[in-house]
C-alpha cells in the first residue's frame, strides 16, 4: 500500500511545480487532519486556530490539487510528448495495465479524487461553521473590524455569537448575510469602504429575530437601581454621586408602563427622521393594536419630504445601538476605572490627570502608550517625586488601566475617535431618549411628548455628595429642599406601587 502511494506520488511529481502540488496538498492534509485531532482531543482550545485549519490549511490544500495538472500541462507543452508517452514515462508497466475494472492507475486516481471530494466537502462544511464564530467575524480582516471586536470583547455580550444579532435566522437572514459579506470583501479588498463604518446599520435584521430570541418584552417589569460616581478634578479627585431608579416595565398604557412600554405588544412606535439618520425625528407615530393612531409632528421640521420607505419602526436598537460596541466617553470611561479601583483613587489629581492622558488621539497604539506613560509618569515625577517610591506600582497599574482604555476606544485606522459613536440609551447633549421626548415634536393640539425628570427615572442623588440624599431629611433652608420632598414622594409612591 505504502510502496504504491509513494510510486503514484512519484509518477505524478513530473516536474518542479508537480512535486510543489503534492508537497502542498500532502502536507496540508496531514496538517489539518493532526489540528483537527487535537481541536476534538480538547488539546487545542485556542479560537484563532480555526483560521489556520478551516481557511490557510485548505486554502493550500486547493492550490497544490491546481499545481499537479498545471504541471503536467505544463511538461507536455515544452517537451512535446503525447500524453501516452508521458505516462508510460511515469508509471511502471503494472500499473497501467488494463484489466476488468481500469488500471491500478486509474482506480488510485479514483480513490484519490474520492477522498478529495470528501475531504474537502467536510473542511468547507467546518470552514461555514467556523465563519459564523465571532473569532473569524471579529479578526479575518482585522483592521476593519478592530473596533467593533475590541468592544464587543469587553461587552455585555461578548459570549453571544455576532451572527445572534447580525444575521438572524432563516435562509432569507442567510443568503442576504452572505451577499453582504461578500460585498463588504469587495469593499475591503479595493478599499472602498467608509471609515468609520457608518451607524444606524439599515441592514440590520428587526430585532424580533435576534435580541427577542434571548430577552423578551414581558420580561421587563419593576425598576432597576443604576448608581454612577463622578469623580472631581480637585486634588483628592472627590467623589459626586448619581442614583436612578430606572422604571424599565414594560406594558401596554401610556401612564401605567415604563421605558420599555415602546415595545409593549399592543404598541408600534414609527418614525420618520431627517435622511433616515435616526438623529432628529420628523413625526413620531403611536400605533394601537385597536387601531388608533397619535401622532407627534416636529414643529420646526414641517416643510421636510421624508421617503415614505425611510419610515422605521422602532425596536430594540433604537434605544439599545450600542448593546455590545460600547464606546466610552473619556471622562465617565476613567471615573469607572477608579470606581473598580483600576486606577488608585488616593492618587492625587488623578481623576484630572488620567483623563488628559487620554483625551488626544494619536497616530498609532504604540505612540498612544508612551505618550501616556510620559504623561502620567512626568506629572507625578514633577510635582510628587515621593510616590514614584511608596506608590509606584498604583502609578504602573494606572499607566497600563488607561493605555488599555485608549486602545478599546480609539481605533486610528478605522478614523474611530471619541465620541464618533454616540450611545442613545440616555440623554447626553440632547440626544438618545430627548430625540422624541423634547418640546418640538406636539400632537395636534400642541401637547409635547412628556418629558418630565420623573417619568423614566427617580433621582435620589444627582452629583451629590452621598448616594441617596434626597431621601435624607432636609431643612426648609436648604437649597434643595423643594426636591428633597417631592423626590422622596415620588420614590416612596413609586416603590410601594
Ligand atoms: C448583542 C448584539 C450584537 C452582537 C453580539 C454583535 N453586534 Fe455588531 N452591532 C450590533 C448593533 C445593535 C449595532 C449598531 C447598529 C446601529 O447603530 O445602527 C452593531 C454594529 C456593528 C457594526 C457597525 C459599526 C459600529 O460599531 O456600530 C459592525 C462592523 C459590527 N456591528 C460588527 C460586529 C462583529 C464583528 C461582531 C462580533 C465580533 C458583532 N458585531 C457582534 C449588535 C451586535
Ligand atoms: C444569544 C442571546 C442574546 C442575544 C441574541 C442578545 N442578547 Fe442581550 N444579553 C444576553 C445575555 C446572556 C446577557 C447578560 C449578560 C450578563 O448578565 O452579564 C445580555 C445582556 C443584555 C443587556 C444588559 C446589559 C448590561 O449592561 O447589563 C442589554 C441591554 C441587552 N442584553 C440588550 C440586547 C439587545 C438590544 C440585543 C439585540 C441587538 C441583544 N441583547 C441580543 C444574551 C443575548
Ligand atoms: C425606549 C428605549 C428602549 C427600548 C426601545 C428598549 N430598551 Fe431596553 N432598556 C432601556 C433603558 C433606558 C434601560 C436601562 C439602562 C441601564 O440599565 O443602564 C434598558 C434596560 C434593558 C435591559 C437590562 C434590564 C435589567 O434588568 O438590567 C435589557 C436586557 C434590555 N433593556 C433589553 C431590551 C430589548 C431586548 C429591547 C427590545 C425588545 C429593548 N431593551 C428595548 C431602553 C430601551
Ligand atoms: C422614536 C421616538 C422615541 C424615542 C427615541 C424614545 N421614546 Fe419614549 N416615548 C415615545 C412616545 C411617542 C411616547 C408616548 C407619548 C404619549 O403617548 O404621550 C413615549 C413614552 C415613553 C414613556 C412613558 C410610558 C408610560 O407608561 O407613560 C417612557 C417612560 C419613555 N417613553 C421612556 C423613554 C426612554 C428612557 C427613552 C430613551 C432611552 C425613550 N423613551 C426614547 C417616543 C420615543
Ligand atoms: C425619556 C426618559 C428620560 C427623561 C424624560 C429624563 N431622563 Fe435622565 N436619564 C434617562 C436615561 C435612560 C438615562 C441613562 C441611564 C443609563 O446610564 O443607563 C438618564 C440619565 C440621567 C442622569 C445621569 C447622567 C450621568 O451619566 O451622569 C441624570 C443626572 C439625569 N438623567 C437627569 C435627568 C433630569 C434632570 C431630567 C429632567 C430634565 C431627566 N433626566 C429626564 C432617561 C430620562
Not at 486509474?106 to 464564530?133: C, H, K, Y
Request: aromatic residues 10%; glycine residues 6%.
Amino acid at each position: 500500500m505504502k510502496k504504491k502511494y509513494l510510486n503514484f506520488i512519484r509518477g505524478v511529481s513530473i516536474n518542479k511545480i508537480g512535486f510543489t502540488g503534492v508537497v502542498l496538498t500532502t502536507s496540508s492534509f496531514v496538517a489539518m487532519i493532526f489540528l483537527e485531532l487535537l481541536r476534538i482531543a480538547g488539546v487545542l482550545t485556542n479560537a484563532y486556530i480555526g483560521l489556520i485549519t478551516y481557511l490557510l490549511l485548505p486554502t493550500l490544500f486547493v492550490i497544490g490539487l491546481v499545481f499537479i495538472p498545471f504541471g503536467w500541462f505544463k511538461y507536455k507543452k515544452e517537451s512535446g510528448k503525447t500524453a501516452k508517452e508521458l505516462l508510460d514515462r511515469q508509471f511502471t508497466v503494472e500499473e497501467l495495465e488494463k484489466n476488468k475494472l481500469g488500471s491500478t492507475l486509474t482506480r488510485t486516481v479514483l480513490i484519490f479524487t474520492l477522498v478529495n471530494v470528501l475531504f474537502l466537502s467536510i473542511a468547507s462544511m467546518r470552514m461555514l461553521q467556523f465563519m459564523d464564530e465571532p473569532v473569524f467575524c471579529g479578526t479575518a480582516c482585522h483592521s476593519v473590524m478592530g473596533p467593533e471586536w475590541a468592544t464587543y470583547q469587553v461587552s455585555p455580550h461578548s459570549r453571544v455569537a455576532c451572527v445572534s444579532c447580525h444575521v438572524g435566522e432563516g435562509v432569507g437572514a442567510l443568503i442576504d448575510s452572505k451577499l453582504n459579506g461578500t460585498w463588504q470583501m469587495i469593499s475591503v479588498t479595493f478599499n472602498l469602504l467608509e471609515r468609520p463604518i457608518p451607524t444606524p446599520v439599515h441592514q440590520l435584521r428587526p430585532s424580533r429575530e435576534t435580541c427577542e430570541k434571548c430577552h423578551w418584552p414581558e420580561k421587563f417589569y419593576g425598576s432597576k437601581i443604576k448608581s454612577i460616581v463622578h469623580y472631581s478634578t480637585d486634588e483628592i479627585s472627590s467623589p459626586k454621586y448619581t442614583t436612578l431608579v430606572l422604571k424599565i416595565d414594560s406594558g401596554e398604557e401610556v401612564g401605567k408602563s415604563g421605558i420599555h412600554w415602546h415595545i409593549g405588544k399592543s404598541n408600534q412606535i414609527r418614525y420618520a427622521s431627517i435622511e433616515d439618520e435616526r438623529e432628529e425625528m420628523l413625526w413620531v407615530e403611536v400605533l394601537k393594536n385597536n387601531g388608533t393612531v397619535k401622532r407627534f409632528i416636529n414643529k420646526k421640521h414641517t416643510d421636510i419630504e421624508y421617503n415614505y420607505k425611510d419610515v422605521r419602526i422602532m425596536d430594540c436598537v433604537d434605544c439599545h445601538n450600542r448593546a455590545t460596541h460600547i464606546y466610552e466617553d473619556p471622562i465617565d470611561a476613567v471615573d469607572k476605572r477608579i470606581r473598580k479601583g483600576l486606577i488608585d483613587h488616593s492618587l492625587p489629581f488623578v481623576k484630572r490627570e488620567a483623563v488628559g492622558a487620554i483625551i488626544s488621539s494619536f497616530t498609532t497604539a504604540d505612540l498612544a502608550n508612551q505618550i501616556i506613560q510620559n504623561h502620567i509618569l512626568s506629572f507625578y515625577r514633577e510635582n510628587y517625586p515621593n510616590l514614584l517610591g511608596t506608590k509606584g506600582e498604583s502609578i504602573d497599574k494606572a499607566i497600563s488601566t488607561l493605555q488599555n482604555v485608549y486602545n478599546t476606544n480609539i481605533h486610528y485606522g478605522m478614523n474611530v475617535d471619541w465620541g464618533v459613536y454616540p450611545n442613545f440609551l440616555g440623554h447626553k447633549n440632547g440626544s438618545g431618549c430627548f430625540r422624541c421626548h423634547n418640546k418640538d415634536l406636539v400632537d395636534e393640539i400642541s401637547t409635547p411628548i412628556k418629558s418630565d425628570c420623573t417619568m423614566c427615572h427617580s433621582i435620589l442623588a444627582n452629583d451629590s455628595p452621598q448616594p441617596f440624599t434626597y431621601l435624607k431629611n432636609a431643612t426648609n433652608e436648604n437649597r434643595d429642599s423643594a426636591m428633597h420632598v417631592y423626590l422622596k414622594n415620588e420614590f416612596l409612591e413609586y416603590s410601594i406601587k
